[in-house]
């Protein structure tokens, strides 16, 4: 079948970042803590953020649809604020933000059985893109969200066969919605993003953020609970370099009967890793990050679906993690979580290791090869009606961090309604040199 085409930006963003458990457990669409409205209020602004959306992609009208939702959330959020500023509410805007993909209107929904999916890509010229995805017999959108499976199937198994074979159980099948990727022909190209206007180099990266955005624009999927799983030794490579280009997309990567690549551990410092399977390569990548006290890695060479399902239970995505360390690639990674820097150049190294700490109200930024940042805030982090302790390379300053409705608003367009994206200001710093960067440059004189 010929799938429903993305929304214009959506399918652009999805190509360039830079460019279920059982009914009891599943999630609910304000599953996050501290909600301060009822489900009827956020429905009600997802629908008007969902009207900004539209406005912003047709280029006509976002202007009075931004109007509206602004004056909708000063009306009716003021009470439940408390005397704070209503973009404070953090959870609830959230809980906004998925709604605003009204899933029950979505169409192509197919489920019950492993269905095929075609999705043209424009960017890489005349190219149909190809997917097979498992949803729920009883899958409903009201039900909804539900984890999603990205998988990468090994060379001796069709996408369709990994689906059949790999996840067979209803705790599984009732609960998640599972994808298993066509990859392009080149397997050099599994974790690329291929050459532009030439389908026969279709980059692995273009080709999978596509696939999820199509997706995600059928399905009630949580944002939280999407991972991605490679098995045999091209899917693991592909799997564990495309998470380490995006690694805030993820809740955790799962790597099947497959060695680890040779990966720097920087980038997986709050994206969990199970591999099941692998050799001395996994074992250096699970020693490494140890190493680094990043406790997000485990060997596990003999789970069997019931333990992955069971470990991708316990790992929902960390939105707005204290600690966020970042080491650019080229052109990506170049952003993950709340941190952004410029692209890297060549044959320079860029590393942020950025900390925010909400008791102290203060963010600590500690950097290498890096001039100046952005930090995207919300009240999650840090309290932004306080003046917030900025240490960057040890100098300290304070600086007040407005909130800003715009601010929200462009995240939103550029997140595709990702709730975990939903910040409320951003502010640039200028990095100064290191003690260490310092000294080089002194040596090297």
């Not at 022909?185 to 532009?196: M, R």
């Not at 909130?403 to 910040?423: A, C, E, H, T, W």
Request: charged letters at 25%; glycine letters at 8%.
């Amino acid at each position: 079948m010929t799938g429903m085409p993305m929304r214009p930006l959506f399918a652009l963003l999805a190509l360039f970042a830079v460019l279920p458990l059982a009914d009891a457990a599943r999630p609910t669409p304000a599953r996050v803590a501290e909600t301060a409205l009822k489900d009827a209020d956020h429905q009600k602004a997802g629908k008007l953020i969902d009207d900004c959306i539209q406005a912003f992609v047709n280029r006509s009208g976002l202007r009075e649809a931004e109007a509206e939702l602004r004056d909708t959330l000063d009306k009716k959020w003021k009470k439940p604020a408390k005397d704070r500023d209503v973009l404070s509410l953090v959870e609830d805007l959230q809980a906004s933000v998925y709604y605003s993909r009204n899933y029950s209107k979505a169409k192509g929904v197919k489920k019950g059985k492993v269905n095929e999916f075609e999705l043209e890509l424009p960017y890489y010229g005349k190219y149909t893109a190809k997917y097979e995805l498992w949803a729920p017999n009883k899958y409903a959108a009201k039900d909804g969200p539900y984890p999603l499976l990205i998988c990468i199937p090994g060379a001796s198994e069709s996408p369709a066969e990994h689906i059949e074979k790999r996840w067979g159980s209803s705790a599984v099948r009732e609960s998640a919605i599972i994808v298993s990727m066509h990859m392009p022909s080149n397997e050099a190209l599994w974790a690329g993003l291929g050459v532009k206007g030439e389908p026969d180099k279709v980059g692995g990266i273009g080709l999978l953020l596509s696939v999820f955005g199509d997706v995600r624009d059928r399905y009630a999927i949580d944002n939280d609970r999407v991972f991605l799983v490679g098995e045999g030794a091209g899917g693991v490579d592909a799997a564990m370099r495309i998470a380490n280009s995006f690694p805030d997309r993820f809740a955790g990567i799962v790597g099947i009967a497959g060695d680890a690549p040779e990966l720097a551990v920087d980038n997986f410092a709050n994206l969990p890793v199970l591999l099941a399977g692998g050799g001395a390569k996994a074992t250096a990548f699970d020693e490494a990050a140890k190493a680094a006290e990043y406790q997000t890695v485990q060997l596990s060479p003999g789970a069997k679906e019931e333990d992955i399902w069971g470990w991708m239970q316990a790992h929902p995505r960390r939105d707005f993690p204290e600690r966020v360390v970042l080491l650019a690639g080229t052109p990506f990674p170049n952003k993950a979580y709340w941190l952004e820097m410029p692209p890297r150049g060549e044959g320079s190294t860029s590393r942020i290791d950025a900390k925010v700490d909400r008791a102290s109200n203060t963010l600590t930024i500690e950097a290498k090869g890096v001039t100046n940042v952005t930090v995207y805030f919300n009240d999650l982090m840090l309290d932004l009606d306080q003046p917030v302790k900025v240490m960057l390379n040890g100098r300290e300053s304070m600086v007040e961090i407005p909130r800003n409705f715009s601010s929200l608003m462009q995240q939103i367009y550029k997140s595709g309604s990702d709730p975990g994206k939903v910040f409320t200001a951003l502010k640039d710093f200028d990095i100064p040199e290191s003690k260490e960067e310092a000294k080089e440059t002194v040596d090297g004189k």
